[in-house]
């Protein structure tokens, strides 16, 4: 059996229950080549958000001409900025923006987009054209590159389900449901061959390297405390623990969860006012942690979904759509919003037309936040220099 057949095959560990092995060595025992303290904390918003009703071009009358059921009403956008303004329901997001912590970018996408949940979240997590298919993820080929040895702490996934991002040729990070329930005891393997056989010694340094990292993440755990009440959603609790392992200096170098429901084709107004309620809440109360241990200088928050919806309602709901929104918080962030607002007269079938690709996101965060040239994981993008 090939390694890459094993790994497809198998899983890590979620709730404590083995799902995918993976290699795990110390990762904060180790040197690391990138930015020494910084971390990314990616939050995926899976369904497709609506972004005209997030982040909301209220003073355009368009908005309101194709919206007539589900447009948020002028007097109840907050945060107002150039005919710009957030949901109702986003307001720890607006008070992240009035600190200068938020970075909102419009309009942004890909060439030729695709409509489908799975490929678009495909496109997204490989960084790859829309007709390119590639098998490794875009943070899993930068972790090949920045770890030295088998590290799978240097990514944590913070989930149910292996995430497509984090796939490289070596496996450098591990899925946890619960952090807290993630223990092993006792030694699992030694470090000999079997028969001299490469696929069962492959095997054996697996599950040697699984009590290995749960003793890292729960010496993580160990060194910090929960010093802040996060509200009780899924997206919270995710967040908390992420919150725990940056406190107690796992130091990974990437964080990812996801918060699921944003396909809202019936009954959007209530359903997409419950996501964003939750998405606000569990960020703000993140984002009031990593403040109140000093690490929000550190730590860079990215809000994305793989395709916004249709400009135009569907009567209760909206359809796929193309362009939209991301949304930046960091410490060291200007606190502005990038690109043109919204043009709803130019549309393209119905759909907005992005302005900004979303892989010179992801250059800039390589660059500026990773200290790593994204040309050597084939994003060739222009670098968003105006990010931070």
């Known amino acids: 059996m090939k390694r890459r057949t094993f790994l497809s095959i198998t899983g890590t560990f979620t709730g404590g229950a083995l799902v995918l092995p993976e290699f795990l060595y110390a990762f904060a025992r180790q040197k690391q080549k990138a930015s020494e303290n910084h971390c990314l904390v990616f939050v995926q918003l899976n369904g497709g958000n609506d972004g005209l009703n997030t982040y909301i071009p209220f003073s355009d ?61 495909e496109i997204w997590q490989t960084a790859s054209e829309a007709d390119q298919y590639l098998t490794n993820g875009w943070l899993g080929r930068f972790l090949d590159l920045q770890c030295k040895d088998h590290t799978p702490t240097a ?34 393997a030694k470090e000999s061959k079997l028969d001299d056989n490469p696929q069962l ?42 919150g725990r392992l940056i406190k107690g200096n796992l130091n990974s170098k990437v964080y ?41 200088q550190d730590t860079t928050i990215v809000v994305f979904s793989e395709f916004g919806r249709r400009v135009k309602d569907n009567g209760s ?27 709803l007269q130019n549309l393209s079938n119905g759909d907005l037309v992005y302005d900004i690709d979303f892989r010179s996101v992801y250059a800039r965060l390589l660059k500026n936040r990773m200290n790593f040239d994204p040309k050597l994981i084939g994003i060739n993008n222009k670098s968003l220099e105006s990010l931070f």
């Open 317 to 343: 709901g909206t359809d796929h759509g193309t362009a939209a929104p991301m949304f930046i918080i960091s410490g060291n962030s200007n606190g502005q919003i990038i690109g043109k607002n919204p043009d």
């Open 61 to 121: 009358p368009i908005y309101y001409d194709l919206r007539p059921k589900i447009g948020i009403k002028q007097d109840q956008v907050i945060a107002k900025n150039q005919g710009m303004g957030l949901h109702p329901d986003l307001k720890g997001l607006g008070d992240i923006q009035q600190n200068g912590d938020l970075t909102i970018i419009q309009n942004v996408g890909y060439p030729n987009p695709n409509r489908s949940h799975f490929r678009s979240q």
């Open 201 to 242: 010694d492959f095997v054996m340094k697996i599950a040697q390297s699984v009590t290995e990292g749960s003793e890292s993440i729960q010496e993580a755990l160990g060194r910090s405390k929960e010093e802040l009440t996060y509200p009780k959603s899924k997206l919270a609790n995710h967040l908390k623990w992420i």
């Open 256 to 296: 990812y969860t996801s918060l699921g429901g944003f396909d809202t084709h019936d009954n959007q107004i209530p359903l997409h006012k419950r996501r964003l309620t939750e998405l606000d809440s569990a960020i703000s109360s993140f984002y009031k942690d990593m403040k109140q241990a000093n690490l929000m």
């Open 155 to 188: 990514g944590i996934n913070i989930d149910a389900i292996d995430n497509l991002a984090f796939k490289g040729e070596v496996p450098n990070t591990i899925t946890v449901k619960n952090p807290n329930s993630f223990k092993v005891r006792g030694n699992t």
